[in-house]
Nanobody, 126 residues
Framework: QLHLVESGGGLVQPGGSLRLACAAS????????IGWFRQAPGKEREAVFC????????WSADLVKGRFTISRDNARNTVYLQMSALKPEDTGVYYC???????????????????WGQGTQVTVSS
């Protein structure tokens, strides 16, 4: 069974950077589409950045374009979300999720993902 663990969250000042990691065990993560989602207090969960399995097509939310990037390290069975120029509105719990059978049209849809990590808190505040 695929198991996901997020790490890298924390408290950062506005304008700062964090790199979140989504480490997998059980199966090769390169065979899965991976999505990063976040949920702020009182708000619905939203997709942030997603990447398909090969050829690695990506989708990103408009709010993070130019500030966040996603990458895979297949040797480490890990997907990273590099976040820069962080803003207070980026605060929330960040989750990674995996799917091995979604279609590209559903890359940013939470319901298309079967396996979820426990989440990591990101707080952007001065």
């Amino acid at each position: 069974q695929l198991h996901l663990v997020e790490s890298g969250g924390g408290l950062v000042q506005p304008g700062g950077s964090l790199r979140l990691a989504c480490a997998a065990s059980g199966f090769p993560l390169e065979d899965y589409a991976i999505g990063w989602f976040r949920q702020a207090p009182g708000k619905e969960r939203e997709a942030v950045f997603c990447i398909s399995s090969s050829p690695g097509i990506t989708w990103s939310a408009d709010l993070v374009k130019g500030r966040f990037t996603i990458s895979r390290d297949n040797a480490r069975n890990t997907v990273y979300l590099q976040m820069s120029a962080l803003k207070p509105e980026d605060t929330g719990v960040y989750y990674c999720a995996a799917s091995d059978d979604l279609v590209l049209a559903g890359l940013n849809l939470a319901d298309e993902y079967e396996t979820w990590g426990q989440g990591t808190q990101v707080t952007v505040s001065s």
